[in-house]
């Protein structure tokens, strides 16, 4: 349900619905690479993508087993920070675990 402007039309005052979108989301889709641990995986779900234990346990799982997983879905602009955040991480660590994002 959008927000509602005051328009004047002559001496009549009127209420017009300015009808507000949701911004397009993104996937942040981790991919499965042979050298990156699963340590380091489940380190960057907890501390990039604020996922408890259990559910990055389950995350890795799924990018292990079937070479990608979705991390969150978010914003353009936070999904490409996310994205962003990831690849330095792994760099810093020398991991080449990669990251990409998608329309949800």
Same mark, same amino acid.
């Given at each position: 349900m959008g927000d509602f402007e005051e328009? &004047?039309?002559?001496?009549? #005052? &009127? $209420?017009? %619905?300015? %009808? &507000? $979108? %949701?911004?397009?989301?993104? $996937?942040?889709? #981790?991919l499965n690479d042979d050298y990156t641990t699963m340590e380091f995986v489940i380190l960057v779900l907890q501390s990039v993508f604020r996922k408890q234990a259990e559910e990055a346990q389950s995350v890795m799982i799924s990018v292990h087993e079937k070479g990608a997983g979705v991390a969150g879905v978010y914003t353009k602009e936070i999904a490409e920070t996310k994205v962003a955040t990831v690849h330095h991480l792994a760099t810093q660590n020398e991991y080449p675990l990669k990251c990409s994002m998608e329309a949800a």
């Open positions: 328009q &004047t039309d002559g001496d009549i #005052l &009127t $209420k017009q %619905e300015i %009808e &507000t $979108k %949701e911004p397009p989301m993104f $996937k942040v889709i #981790l």
